[in-house]
């Protein structure tokens, strides 16, 4: 949560910077056109991968799979989708990560195996990741209350 802050203020200031530079170079009204095409395109790019990873979550549900890398597909949809709306090159470039699929998919499944081995490491009560069960053998009888 530390890193937050220095981001949000570091982010658009690097943009501004690199938005001044290219419109220096290219010129106002291309670089303006050019914010405008990565927008269009990852909206594109937002409704087909969303359908495909909606398709991929349904599949996997109705196979009794827990669909958790899809789920994280979804979210890093979402994200990528909101950063390629933000005006910059540097979003731009994190948004169409999340969005192309032969980037985001290993990314998602990393992330994923990397929760899971955290989950499992770390301390605390009982992990659904762990596949330790704890089993009490013993004998009862059962009383009668009434007597």
Sequence with gaps: ???LLPLFIALPILEMFILIRVGGII???PTIA???LTA???LW????EGLATLNRVQTRVSQGE???TELLEGIMLIVGGALLLTPGFVTDAIGFACLLPFLRQPIARWLVQRAIVIKTRGSGGGSQYRKETHIIEG???EEDKNK
């Design 66 to 68: 827990l669909p958790e």
């Design 139 to 141: 004998e009862f009888t």
């Design 40 to 42: 269009t395109i990852g």
């Design 27 to 29: 010129g106002a009204l």
């Design 45 to 48: 790019l937002l409704k087909r």
């Design 34 to 36: 050019l914010v405008v």
């Design 1 to 3: 949560m530390r890193i």
